[in-house]
Nanobody
Framework: QGQLVESGGGLVQAGGSLRLSCAAS????????MAWYRQAPGKPRELVASITSGGRTDYADAVEGRFTISGDNTKNSVFLQMNSLKPEDTAIYYCYALQTKYGYPETIWGQGTQVTVSS
């Protein structure tokens, strides 16, 4: 059973930076797409940034220009560099992967890592 393990969350002051990491472990099949989601208290989970196996990236408007997603296909890993952090970026950040297992798409979620930005 494949799983995603995140690291890099923490407490930072507004204007600071954090780098989140996520690596797949266990039995993992062909991963075509990885992304970062976040969920703030009382709000629905939202897509922050995504990257395909071909390197195409996409960002939510709220983080465009401040966050950068990157990946390492050889290690089934994805990273999120977060700069110029704002208090509204405070949330639990979840890693997400879409793999093709025996010809069918299957999603994998990480356990989440807390990011807290103080004003």
């Amino acid at each position: 059973q494949g799983q995603l393990v995140e690291s890099g969350g923490g407490l930072v002051q507004a204007g600071g930076s954090l780098r989140l990491s996520c690596a797949a472990s266990g039995t993992v099949f062909s991963i075509n797409y990885m992304a970062w989601y976040r969920q703030a208290p009382g709000k629905p989970r939202e897509l922050v940034a995504s990257i395909t196996s071909g390197g195409r990236t996409d960002y939510a408007d709220a983080v465009e220009g401040r966050f950068t997603i990157s990946g390492d296909n050889t290690k089934n890993s994805v990273f999120l560099q977060m700069n110029s952090l704002k208090p509204e970026d405070t949330a639990i950040y979840y890693c997400y992967a879409l793999q093709t297992k025996y010809g069918y798409p299957e999603t994998i979620w990480g356990q989440g890592t807390q990011v807290t930005v103080s004003s």
